[in-house]
Structure formats: structure tokens, C-alpha cells
């Protein structure tokens, strides 16, 4: 059964271009979860999200961010016109459930903005 | 969520015990108290948890204090490979439960 997968491993975009990050769940899995780790910081919640719904945005930045959870293929983070301080380590999770259930985590995209 | 307060690092050696604290005192009647742990350059990685009992799994032991305001992770022989940063996170029954937040951890450094 494979873990959550993310992809690219590593991203690299110029100041002012968009970033897709993709997340493909755990097979089974419903609920979809993004986090951001800053360098040196811990991470920090940005969206949950079911199979077409967002539920909770509360962690996204307001603007340039947005993130979908289709009803077929991957959750997508996208961040358009990319700057400096969006270089992180993005991370995306996966539960069967969304009441308790441990989270499974992908092993993240590295995001680094020239 | 409830705030936990955790020791900034511990070291350890290969082959022995390691007992990681968390404190929580106001950890409420319905908190689970859940542990992950992150290896460098991974995700993180759900370890274990617990309401009120002690709890053992493959990986490691929790023990709860019985009032439970704090609570301690036992890897019962380190290996080079438990050297993460581990998490100690409360996460409520009901409410916005979904959402796991984290502190800033415990750093386990284990000696060869």
C-alpha cells in the first residue's frame, strides 16, 4: 500500500512564476492536509480539505495561494507569483477519516524561489 | 489545542533507553495526547497516543501521569535511526480535532 506521495521532490522557480505542488493520498483516504515548514521553524497548518471541499483554509496565506482536492486525481497546492519568502518545505498528509485519525505524511516538496 | 511544553533537545546513546517528557498541564477531559515524530529531510510520522492508559506499540511506549498534565515517550533502545525531532500534540475528541499543531519539538540526538 503506498504512502502519500508528493510531487516534485524539489521545486525551483523564479520570483514571480506559479508552483504546483501535487499530493496523491493514501489509498482509501478521503481528507487531505497541507502543511508549510519554514526553515528553522516548525510547521505550521495551511488547508484541510475533503474530496471537492475545502473545509478549513485558516492557515493559507491570503492571497496568491489556493489549493483543490478534485474529485479525480490529486490535491494540488498552487502558489501563484512566487516570492523569496515562500521557500519551504511543503508538506501534505492524509487521514481515512477527518475525526481523530492519524495523519500519514508524504515526505514533502522542497520549494526554493530565486 | 492545548499547549504542551517540551525539553528543546536530549541526547542519547545507541542501544539505551530514551525518556522524552511532555508537559500539559491544561490538557482538557476529552485530549488525546499524540506523539510524531521527523526525521531529517522527512515528513512527519505518527508514533503513538493515548487518552488515560499507558499504551505500547512496535515502535514505542507512552506513559500518561495519572492526572495527566504530563506524559512521557519511551523508546526502550535508541537507534541511530530514532534521531528526529519528536512531537508531543493534543488533539481534542470533538471540535476541529482534524488538524494536528505542532510545536517546536524535542531534538534527539543519538550516539553512536
Known amino acids: 500500500n503506498a504512502g502519500v506521495m508528493q510531487n516534485p521532490r524539489h521545486l525551483v522557480r523564479r520570483r514571480g512564476q506559479e508552483a504546483r505542488l501535487r499530493c496523491s493520498p493514501m489509498k482509501g483516504h478521503s481528507h487531505v492536509y497541507w502543511y508549510r515548514q519554514l526553515p528553522e521553524e516548525g510547521l505550521k497548518f495551511m488547508v484541510y480539505?475533503?474530496?471537492?471541499?475545502?473545509?478549513?483554509e485558516s492557515g493559507m496565506p491570503k492571497e496568491r495561494f489556493s489549493a483543490e482536492f478534485p474529485k479525480e486525481g490529486p490535491s494540488i497546492l498552487r502558489i501563484q507569483q512566487v516570492v523569496r519568502g515562500d521557500s519551504a518545505a511543503y508538506f501534505c498528509?492524509?487521514?481515512?477519516?477527518?475525526?481523530?485519525?492519524?495523519?500519514?505524511f508524504g515526505s514533502g516538496t522542497q520549494l526554493s524561489v530565486l | 489545542d492545548a499547549k504542551t511544553t517540551q525539553p528543546n533537545s536530549m541526547e542519547s546513546n545507541e542501544e539505551e533507553p530514551v525518556h522524552l517528557p511532555c508537559n500539559h498541564s491544561t490538557i482538557s477531559g476529552t485530549d488525546y495526547i499524540h506523539w510524531y515524530r521527523q526525521l531529517p529531510s522527512q515528513g512527519p510520522e505518527y508514533v503513538i497516543h493515548?487518552?488515560?492508559s499507558n499504551v505500547n506499540n512496535r515502535m514505542a511506549s507512552l506513559a500518561i501521569a495519572e492526572d495527566r498534565k504530563s506524559s512521557t515517550l519511551i523508546l526502550h533502545r535508541a537507534t541511530l535511526r530514532d534521531a528526529a525531532v519528536y512531537y508531543c500534540i493534543l488533539r481534542d475528541l470533538g471540535g476541529s480535532n482534524y488538524k494536528l499543531t505542532f510545536g517546536k519539538g524535542t531534538l534527539l540526538t543519538v550516539n553512536p
Open positions: 480539505l475533503q474530496k471537492e471541499n475545502i473545509i478549513d
Open positions: 493515548g487518552l488515560t
Open positions: 498528509a492524509s487521514s481515512r477519516q477527518g475525526t481523530n485519525e492519524k495523519l500519514f
